[in-house]
């Protein structure tokens, strides 16, 4: 703990070291102390209380002294207060990934939304990601996404269950795929259900979608599109709609055994899917 805020401290100080005016009552009181040990060491050596070693011990706590009131001085002026610079490592340590999940209801289902203050997505010029809920039963967790995942670091979000399968969460930009369409796109306006499976699919499973597409539908919720698809193989059920200036695809899939035996919630979950 002691080297992060020290770190914290260094990392304020090069960015806001303009901002700093050293407190003169803390100078003082520093250049006091400093004083008051010089004149005891002086008056102990006269009076042969110290001898060699003891004299570099004194000399050692007189430095350590110095550069804790040092230490002191900086953290003080940069922070403020301890309790604000453990605040600002806690806050380091949160961003990117902060829960999301509600407790289970009465079925042992629990919904995830992304959190507000959740980091990504805030490149220059897009505005914050709208945020998205879907459900999942107990036993699926969050998992931490790697920007040499398929999908790259257009991934904002995985969850997976190690009996059940797994899903993962693509927010790409809609000006990858079509003229400027205003800030608040519809999935319609990106193009009809065959399209955008043909342009997109490839995104999700790696590889060509023709041929295993099993299914299409189309849903509206609270005056929102969503495009759903059944994809075979690889086992896929995935669902698509566009909100704000970026399009999502929500992406559940599992292996032969897992969609077997729980293709009913996988697919449960991939309609639970929803942008709020």
Known sequence: MGTTLLTS?????????????????????????????????????????????????????KRRSVLVSGVSLVSTSVLGSAGE????????LLAGRIPGLSEPDDQGWRTYRRPDDKSGGHGVGWSPIIP????????WEEVPVSIADLGGTEIDLRFGSSKEGRLFVIVAPVLRFADYLGENA??????????VINAFGPEVIGENVEGKVLSMNVEEHSGRRYYQYEL?????????????????????????????????????????????
């Open 9 to 61: 401290c260094g990392i304020q100080w090069r960015y806001h070291h303009q901002q700093i005016v050293p407190d003169n009552h803390l100078l003082s009181h520093s250049q006091e102390s400093f004083s008051s040990r010089a004149k005891i060491t002086a008056e102990s050596r006269k009076n042969g209380f110290l001898d060699g070693e003891n004299e570099k011990s004194a000399w050692f706590l």
């Open 85 to 92: 610079g453990l605040a600002v490592v806690k806050q380091g």
């Open 132 to 139: 998205y809920l879907f459900s999942v039963p107990q036993g």
């Open 186 to 195: 519809t999935i319609e306006q990106i193009g009809p259900p065959e399209k």
């Open 232 to 276: 075979e193989p690889p086992h896929a059920l995935i669902t698509a709609t566009a909100a704000g200036n970026r399009l999502y695809l929500f992406n559940v899939t599992g292996n032969g055994l897992q969609w077997k035996r729980h293709y009913q919630d996988l697919k449960r979950i991939a309609y639970s899917f929803r942008v709020v």
